[in-house]
């Protein structure tokens, strides 16, 4: 498995979720994502995205979709965009 991981500022947080919730990623392989937010800035967002493929991750996260889906969300800061392989995921 994969990640893409993003970190940005957006506008308006509530905003911004209706636009991420209506995205479709599950053509890229998406299997699930986590959401994370700044508790001294709410409106700073980190989405670890969960992909079966690295392949897949590359091909959404340069996308047009996604630029796209970030102009119409209200992101105001540059985006910062990871890729990553799974190399161990543990539960406790």
């Known amino acids: 498995m994969a990640r893409l991981i993003v970190k940005h500022k957006v506008a308006d947080f509530g905003a911004w979720k209706k636009v991420f919730d209506s995205m479709i990623r599950f053509s890229y392989g998406w299997i699930g994502h986590e959401l994370y937010r ?3 800035d709410p409106n700073f967002v980190m989405v670890v995205n969960k992909v ?12 047009p979709e996604l630029k796209e889906g970030m102009q ?17 995921v543990l539960n406790y």
């Open 38 to 40: 700044d508790p001294a």
């Open 52 to 63: 079966k493929t690295l392949e897949g991750a590359k091909a959404y996260g340069t996308s």
């Open 72 to 88: 119409r969300a209200g992101v105001t800061s540059v985006p910062e965009i990871m890729f990553l392989n799974d190399e161990e």
